[in-house]
């Protein structure tokens, strides 16, 4: 079984570009998380969907991010315009009655 | 809300050394405990979990145990190997319903040959 896919796996851009984070869950879970990962904050919590609903985006820094669950097989995390502190590793996981599994991170630069 | 405290690092150990990393939590209910693991420049994996009081965890000789009384549930190793160095996240997995992570600061293991 293929676990969380997440592409791009590293993304290098430019103070004010727009920057699209993708993630394909396991097959069958229904719930998704965004984290993002900075040596100074840890492991932070974005937004969370369930059955491609989102429960709660609390973790959201700014309105520059925003994120979709179109399908159940799908989700997008964005962030318009980026700025050098969003430099980060963005981990999306997936989880069905508490097995869960992590993608292998997307690696953003913002210069 | 929910939160997860853990010890501060780097720890740095000698091969066969024994390891303690700390980890406390505040929660409402009763939440699962989990160890996670991250090797340099690669995603987190489970290392072990418990579910309930009293519950302990073991894989790959580590282990931990689900202590309410003291709401902890330190992650420890009889003999390290360089083969170990990580950085280690406790985290908890809240009631709610939704399964979401709520994950300590991690910390950081070094050992050394």
């Known amino acids: 079984d293929a676990g969380v896919i997440q592409s791009p796996r590293h993304e290098v851009t430019e103070m004010g570009q727009e920057v699209t984070l993708r993630c394909k869950p396991i097959s069958g879970h229904n719930s998704l998380f965004w984290y993002r990962q900075t040596m100074m904050r840890g492991l932070e919590l974005l937004i969370y969907f369930n059955n491609n609903v989102p429960i709660d985006d609390s973790g959201m820094p700014e309105d520059r991010f925003s994120a979709k669950m179109p399908n159940a097989s799908f989700s997008t995390l964005k962030i318009q315009p980026s700025e050098p502190r969003d430099s980060a590793v963005y981990f999306c996981a997936s989880s069905l009655a508490g097995v869960r599994g992590f993608g292998p991170g997307t690696r953003l630069t913002v210069l | 809300g929910d939160s997860v405290t853990q010890m501060e690092g780097p720890v740095t150990l000698s091969e066969e050394a024994f390891l303690t990393i700390n980890c406390t939590y505040t929660a409402t209910g009763y939440p699962s405990l989990f160890w996670y693991v991250q090797y340099p420049g690669e995603g987190l994996q489970l290392l072990l979990k418990?579910?309930?009081?009293?519950d302990k965890g073991s894989n790959k000789g580590f282990e931990a145990t689900y202590r309410k009384e003291t709401t902890s549930f330190h992650l420890e190793k009889g003999s390290v190997q360089v083969s170990d160095s990580a950085v280690y996240f406790c985290?908890?997995?809240?009631?709610?319903?939704?399964?979401?992570?709520?994950f300590g600061a991690g910390t950081r293991l070094a050992v050394h040959p």
């Open positions: 985290a908890l997995s809240d009631s709610g319903g939704y399964n979401k992570l709520i």
């Open positions: 418990a579910t309930k009081a009293d």
